[in-house]
């Protein structure tokens, strides 16, 4: 967006509507600034700091397990829960269906989300200058969040940057009803977050909808048809497989409901605020909130977005303003109000759908400050940055440095389980069952929790005829099936081995 002045870029943006976005109408310039080339340097920048800062040895965490393990060629499909979506591990396929290293996978992951930032804000290429695009896509790469996530099998960094560039091809779709690419861009934005969370993309498209069918002027059946039609296509395998596994589509809501502590009014914001600190899951969320400079960030990203959509409302340039801040409300609202636990890789659409109009104000505020005192107003943005970077990355490597002691305990538990004669094929059940159960190489197994997909009996017979181990805490009681089974005490657990199958008694 521009504020009045000349600008170099391919395109600017004015809005049409007064007090409410109307759909915005592109200007294009037949110049081009080198500055175009400034969102690839930042996704490429976001890339290289994933290599850098997260380690590509750091070992798979949980939930990671098991969407690897569902195309893995070493390990057992862990038990597939309910919210859980096919997206992810289809993603990760071309890698882990073929390689057991994490430090690969991590790679092409780390280079799959550099590229997928740069897509999302080329989206935006005719709605806003390149500079507020590098702006944009500089804030969410720079949150300890952000770079965490980009190189993890995990489906909120898609979520993200597909809802995105689903924003951006869709302001473009209404300023130009001859632009087909922003239209097949809206559609298969969609269809990416339907594929990776299916709930987060209804969320994140909610305004959208509303848009379309509630405001004439930004009624477009194509549009309509191509967002629709782009949800429908990536859920699609999502409500086959509820019939199929799950007894029906209600169903299968309802359980991950369960799972998920049950959906209803639950006020999430200070468990959030919690979690800003590295805690990667805050369930139960409890203990103090982290020190002011580490959430300062946080509490202001509500003022900033108020103010910007004040400044919008004032230039008339509301769409490319308003239009990503409800998307961002909707999208972070069920994780601060409808569900009792929090953590942060659950906003992270938010993050990066409230970067753009952040960004666009930043810039217009330097330019305005820039006028008045130029060194002065580059003083306050280096210390402001460097402040930021160094919050950022002191979190980030502490939560580095603490997932990937927790990832070698486990790496440590299944040698260990190797040793006492517990090799695939294998059944592990107990504490941290599913990734020591992947690390092992062995299936995993629970009578109770949100991961329940066996009963005591059928842990019982596959003793017979398969090398099991139940392992518990220190301080917990084994279950009935494995007191009297040899107890060894590894890494901080107590791991209960069954009596060596029968021979022959192999599947």
Do not use: K
């Not at 500055?35 to 890339?47: D, G, K, Q, R």
């Not at 099998?153 to 560039?165: G, Q």
């Not at 008339?316 to 953590?343: K, M, N």
């Not at 409230?354 to 217009?364: E, N, Q």
Request: overall charge positive.
């Amino acid at each position: 967006m521009s504020d009045g002045s000349q600008v170099t870029d391919s395109a600017q943006v004015a809005s049409t509507g007064e007090g409410s976005p109307g759909p915005p109408t592109i200007v294009r310039s037949a110049r081009r600034s080198p500055e175009e080339i400034a969102p690839a340097v930042v996704a490429a920048a976001f890339t290289l700091a994933q290599l850098l800062l997260v380690r590509p040895g750091m070992g798979l965490g949980w939930d990671e397990t098991v969407y690897v393990s569902q195309v893995s060629s070493h390990a057992p499909a862990a038990f597939f829960s309910a919210p859980r979506a096919r997206g992810v591990p289809l993603l990760v396929a071309p890698v882990a269906a073929w390689s057991s290293s994490t430090a690969l996978l991590r790679i092409y992951l780390a280079a799959l989300s550099g590229l997928g930032l740069f897509l999302a804000l080329r989206t935006w290429r005719g709605v806003l200058p390149a500079r507020v695009l590098a702006t944009a896509g500089g804030f969410f790469a720079t949150l300890w969040v952000t770079l965490y996530y980009g190189p993890q099998a995990m489906p909120n960094y898609w979520v993200a940057v597909s809802a995105l560039a689903g924003t951006g091809c869709f302001l473009r779709a209404q300023a130009s009803r001859f632009d087909r690419t922003a239209l097949w861009g809206v559609g298969l934005s969609a269809a990416l977050m339907a594929w990776t969370r299916p709930t987060d993309a209804v969320w994140a498209s909610l305004p959208l909808l509303v848009l379309m069918v509630c405001v004439r002027r930004w009624r477009r059946p194509a549009l309509l048809t191509a967002l629709v039609g782009g949800l429908a296509v990536g859920a699609a395998e999502w409500v086959i497989e509820a019939y199929v596994s799950y007894g029906g589509l209600g169903q299968r809501l309802s359980a991950a409901s369960r799972i998920e502590g049950g959906l209803g009014w639950h006020v999430a914001l200070a468990d959030q605020l919690r979690a800003l600190g590295g805690r990667t899951l805050c369930r139960p969320c409890t203990g103090a909130a982290p020190a002011l400079p580490v959430t300062l960030w946080w509490y202001a990203l509500p003022v900033l977005a108020v103010l910007a959509a004040v400044v919008a409302l004032r230039t008339r340039h509301t769409a490319a303003t308003l239009v990503p801040l409800a998307c961002a409300a909707s999208a972070a609202f069920p994780y601060l109000f409808l569900i009792g636990y929090a953590a942060p890789r659950f906003l992270l659409p938010a993050y990066a759908l409230l970067a753009v109009p952040l960004a666009d104000l930043s810039v217009r505020l330097v330019r305005t400050a820039g006028r008045i005192s130029r060194p002065l107003t580059v003083a306050l943005v280096a210390v402001a940055l460097a402040g930021h970077l160094a919050v950022q990355f002191t979190v980030l490597e502490h939560t580095v440095r603490s997932t990937t002691a927790a990832h070698r305990e486990w790496a440590a538990v299944a040698t260990d389980l190797h040793r006492l004669g517990v090799r695939p094929p294998c059944l592990v059940t107990g504490e941290n069952d599913v990734p020591i159960g992947y690390y092992a190489g062995c299936r995993s197994a629970a009578t109770g929790g949100h991961d329940a997909n066996t009963t005591a009996d059928g842990i019982r017979q596959t003793a017979r005829h398969l090398p099991t181990a139940t392992l518990v805490t220190p301080t917990g009681v084994p279950p009935g099936y494995a007191r009297s089974w040899t107890v060894h005490r590894v890494a901080g657990l107590h791991v209960y081995v069954a009596p060596p199958p029968a021979p022959g008694a192999r599947p």
